[in-house]
């Protein structure tokens, strides 16, 4: 079984960048493929992109293509996710997902990234 | 806007069965059975409950049930219990163009 533990929470200006990671224990780090996704307060599941370590290849939802860049380090089995020229509607909590690709679910959840975005 | 649909809201009392059904087109349900459910209590991380339509991860109440007909899956949850009150999402996945697409939630209440 996977864990999933989240860096803390964080409060930027519209305009800058966040970088947000995820340390992954309990299995083999480049086996599998991690997801970040998104909840704005009150709000659904967004799925912004994905990284499978192993190929160190990354897809990205359209929405976000052009702002976010997800990275991983096999030295320290940790993801990263990248959101740059942040807006107020950025403000939401930020999740990082374990994908089952052969299920195509999420089986595996960190414990959210509160990102607040305020001027 | 989601694109999956889903009621805002279903309620039931203690024991009985509801359906959450989930709405989406042939980009996503209609083509894929990669379909998955998750809940969410208030404030907690989701959980995933239902995966590949009807499977159920190890230590998942088997009171949770999956389904598919055309583009539309649905979530049974029979036996309602008080415990069981919490925002339900479905997810589809939608080919590499949008990848994985979610409803807007159905908040469930047990009366």
């Known amino acids: 079984q996977v864990r999933l533990v989240q860096s803390g929470a964080e409060v930027k200006k519209p305009g800058s960048s966040v970088k947000v990671s995820c340390k992954t224990s309990g299995d083999t780090f480049s086996d599998y493929s991690i997801s970040w996704l998104r909840q704005a307060p009150g709000q659904t599941l967004e799925w912004m992109g994905g990284i499978i370590p192993m190929f160190d290849t990354a897809d990205y939802a359209h929405k976000f293509q052009d702002r976010v860049t997800l990275t991983a380090d096999e030295s320290t089995t940790t993801v990263y996710m990248e959101l740059a020229s942040l807006r107020l509607d950025d403000t939401a909590m930020y999740f990082c997902?374990?994908?089952?690709?052969?299920?195509?679910?999420?089986?595996?959840w960190g414990q959210g990234t509160l990102v607040t975005v305020s001027s | 806007q989601s694109a999956l649909t889903q009621p805002a809201s279903v309620a039931g009392s203690p024991g009985q069965a509801i359906t959450i059904s989930c709405t989406g087109n042939?980009?996503?349900?209609?083509?894929?059975?990669?379909v998955s459910w998750y809940q969410q209590h208030p404030g907690k991380v989701p959980k995933l409950i239902i995966y590949?339509?009807?499977k159920r991860p190890s230590g998942v109440s088997n009171r949770f049930s999956g389904s598919k007909s055309g583009s539309t899956a649905s979530l049974t949850i029979s036996g309602l219990q008080a415990e069981d009150e919490a925002d339900y999402y479905c997810c589809s996945y939608a080919g590499t163009s949008l990848s994985y697409v979610f409803g807007p939630g159905t908040w469930v209440t047990v009366l």
């Open positions: 042939t980009s996503d349900i209609g083509t894929f059975n990669f």
């Open positions: 997902a374990k994908l089952n690709r052969l299920a195509g679910s999420f089986d595996s």
């Open positions: 590949e339509v009807n």
